[in-house]
């Protein structure tokens, strides 16, 4: 039986959201009681990183660890992944070892590939075009403070990177408005956001405009790793397109701020958004790990509950 992977959000559809979002709920619930529960005994989760991750591997290791699993590390540099040996071939050893696999790397192709080699599932924990696993516990970080997201308005600041496709592609399924803002030249390759979320998504030129009346404002780092060298160009075509607090009064009055961290204060949020009371980044990034736990239960047990 071919793996079920998770390559991008549409890989889930809304009804099994549903079920992993109540299921997210119930494992987040017996974390915070102490309550042990280890459904995969003796399964290993290899994580291939080939650019660098503070949240994504902790959240996936010590997710692994609270499941009764293990976790193994590796990167580009000590592999032979570096030294040119095939994604495919990568793909057959490593599944042949491991129960199932996360990898964070640069072309969405890359993961493609690999997981049409794999004989375990592969989840995706970023890639250039997409980053998943971030959006679906935004989403359930925005479930847990606010309710229902169906039927809400976000707002996307900035740059129109694998969170914003990943955004656009959430919206379609979950039924809620994007608002997408970017500087000129910056715009959303329909493309490259899998040609979803534009019957929910508005593109703005002015972001302030874009932020009115939302009920989620969120923005992520101008230069998105793999494009250092465009770094001094984008700070000078991003100046505008600030989260700060003038954006926020322009949102609902009840507004919350999200940020995938890591974040640069002063650059695409102030200090006083991303450190004030509308800012839910802590638990946003808290609720990766709960949420990842949901995902590496269904993708190698089904549905348990
Ligand atoms: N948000 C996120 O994926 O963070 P890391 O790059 O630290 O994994
Ligand atoms: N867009 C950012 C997200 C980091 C978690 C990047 O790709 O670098």
């Known amino acids: 039986m071919k ?5 991008q959000f549409t890989d889930v559809s809304r009804s099994e959201y549903e079920y992993l979002l109540e299921r997210t709920h119930w494992i987040k619930s017996q974390f915070k009681h102490y309550k042990p529960y280890h459904p995969l005994a003796d399964r290993t989760l290899a994580m291939i990183f080939e650019k660098q991750s503070t949240r994504t591997r902790l959240s ?5 660890q609270q499941l009764g699993g293990s976790a193994i590390f590796l990167n580009t540099r000590d592999t032979q992944l570096g030294r040119g040996e ?6 057959q050893v490593v599944s042949r070892m491991v129960d199932i696999v996360m990898i964070r790397t640069f072309e969405q192709e890359i993961i493609e590939r690999f997981a049409a080699s794999s004989r375990v599932p592969v989840i995706n924990g970023l890639t250039n075009e997409y980053h998943p696993c971030q959006v679906m516990g935004d989403i359930f970080t925005y479930i847990e403070h606010r309710g229902p997201i169906s039927g809400r308005t976000v707002a996307w600041i900035g740059d129109s990177n694998n969170v914003c496709n990943t955004w656009m592609q959430a919206a379609e399924i ?10 000129p030249g910056y715009e959303v390759e329909a493309e490259r956001a899998g040609n979803y979320g534009r019957s929910h998504c508005e593109q703005f030129s002015d972001p ?6 939302a009920d989620l404002v969120t923005t992520d780092v101008w230069t998105s790793m793999g494009f250092e060298a465009e770094d001094a160009e984008r700070k000078r075509d991003f100046g505008d397109w600030q989260v700060d607090a003038e954006m926020m009064k ?6 919350l701020f999200m940020h995938c961290l ?5 650059e695409e949020v102030s200090a006083g958004v991303i450190d004030g009371p509308q800012s839910v980044v802590w638990d946003e990034a808290e609720n990766r790990m709960h949420t990842q736990k949901a995902l590496m239960e269904f993708l190698l047990l089904g549905k348990v509950a």
Do not use: I, N
Request: aromatic share 10%.
């Open 208 to 213: 302030m405009q874009a932020a009115r009346g």
């Open 262 to 266: 890591p974040a640069h204060r002063g």
């Open 174 to 183: 979950f039924d809620f408005k994007l608002h997408v803002s970017t500087p």
């Open 86 to 91: 095939p994604v495919e071939d990568m793909a």
């Open 250 to 255: 322009l949102a609902a009055a009840d507004a």
């Open 3 to 7: 793996p079920r992977h998770y390559l």
């Open 60 to 64: 996936f290791e010590a997710g692994m």
